[in-house]
């Protein structure tokens, strides 16, 4: 149990044709909501942060309490540094013991990439951690300007991985960070043939907004890492907002703490039952709305 790599994790969802949940954090309600309910359906989860958002949430604070939190958890759990592209950074990430790290190249032409990615491979092979990349463009915005959508190319993610030992692939499909304009359409039929093609686990970044029955078809199209985001800072919100309306004038800071953390774990549960891909989506729904 507890602290464990990133490939282990998407190893045993390729087995079970299942998803993990890679859940960003951003302060401690974030990670003790996502450690509940992980524990409470038993199922093994990815603690992540992205470097743009260090900036809130400083990786000298953050890093340790997301190891120490994997390390008491009672199933397994992976620590991740999402979206790194400077190596000082991802050289930090390492030291504090996070089990893997992603490199994204995607905004690099496709050999500048591949050589950029193979050289945090280098590092990281060293320290035993495993490394993700990105081929091709998600849209939306990661804590910077909107990037226009590139879907990645199949026949481009099979020379991309030749030879490179990268242990996820995150691809383009339709997906984006941030919240959807509109009801996001995916492509499955890329992560289908991406699937065949490579031996490497796919990624579905921009999670938070796509529906269950989407997440399910992309399952089974071949992804085994789905990353929520979004979702987890927006229940923050609205709790927040909903206990402020109510208890204006007699709020207390640590209920609403533990408020805050109900609210993270009750969206993460959701989206913890909808990718381990057992349950009908109809009972996880009636279960949630009961």
Known sequence: MSLCTMRELLDRADKSNCAVGAFNVANMET??????????????????????????APLELLGPMMINAAREAHVMVAVH??????????????????????????SLPVEENRIRTS???????????????ELGVVGGSEGGPARQLVYTDPAEAEYFCRGLPIDALAVAIGNAH??????????????REIHNRIAVPLVLHGG?????????????????????????????????????????????????????????????LHHIRVFNNREPLDLINRVQGA
């Open 31 to 56: 990670v003790r909501g996502v450690i509940l309910a992980a524990e409470q359906t038993e199922t093994p989860v990815i603690l992540q942060v992205a470097e743009k958002r260090l900036a809130h």
């Open 81 to 106: 540094l999402d979206h790194g592209n400077s190596d000082p950074v991802l050289n930090r990430a390492m030291s504090y013991g996070f089990t893997s790290v992603m490199f994204d190249g995607s």
């Open 119 to 133: 050289a945090v491979c280098k590092m990281a092979a060293g320290q035993s951690v495993n490394v993700e990349a």
């Open 178 to 191: 941030g919240h959807y304009k509109g009801v996001p359409h995916l492509n499955f039929e890329i992560v």
């Open 208 to 268: 938070s907004g796509i529906s269950d029955t989407d997440f399910r078809k992309a399952i089974d199209a071949g992804i085994r890492k789905i990353n929520i985001a979004t979702a987890n800072m927006d229940a923050q919100l609205s709790c927040s907002r909903q206990y402020f309306e109510y208890h204006w004038d007699n709020a207390d800071f640590f209920e609403l703490t533990d408020l805050v953390v109900q609210a993270v774990c009750a969206t993460t």
